[in-house]
């Protein structure tokens, strides 16, 4: 059975920071695909950032380039998203998302693409 599963979500003021983790499980996490995205209510889902199991590479979206950072931790089958400098527009669910194979693209731009989701983990900040 497949699961992802969030954590690391709260509220804090513009400026803070937080760290999101994801750990997977049911699934070979290392050669696929794990992005963070977000989605207010009535909003499309956004891509913020993901990363390559395999190589370690990220991508960001454009909104999260100089203030968050993916990272992960292949012994574990965790993925992190550190944010930093945290605008109140930052204000979402953030969900946590594994594609499995490759992709030809840019992944962020494509939700559909992804093969599990987690439950989602809220963040708000304050301004």
């Known amino acids: 059975q497949v699961r992802l599963v969030e954590s690391g979500g709260g509220s804090v003021q513009a400026g803070g920071s937080l760290r999101l983790s994801c750990a997977a499980s049911?699934?070979?996490?290392?050669?696929?695909?794990m992005a963070w995205f977000r989605q207010a209510p009535g909003k499309e889902r956004e891509g913020v950032a993901g990363?390559?199991?395999?190589?370690?590479?990220?991508n960001y979206a454009d909104s999260a380039k100089g203030r968050f950072t993916i990272s992960q931790d292949n012994a574990k089958n965790t993925v992190y998203l550190q944010m930093n400098n945290l605008k109140a527009e930052d204000t979402n669910m953030y969900y946590c998302?594994?594609?499995?194979?490759?992709?030809?693209?840019?992944?962020?731009?494509?939700?559909?693409?992804?093969?599990?989701w987690g439950q989602g983990t809220q963040v708000t900040v304050s301004s």
């Open positions: 998302a594994a594609g499995i194979g490759h992709y030809p693209g840019n992944r962020l731009s494509a939700p559909g693409s992804f093969h599990y």
């Open positions: 049911g699934f070979t996490y290392s050669g696929n695909y």
């Open positions: 990363i390559d199991t395999g190589t370690g590479s990220p």
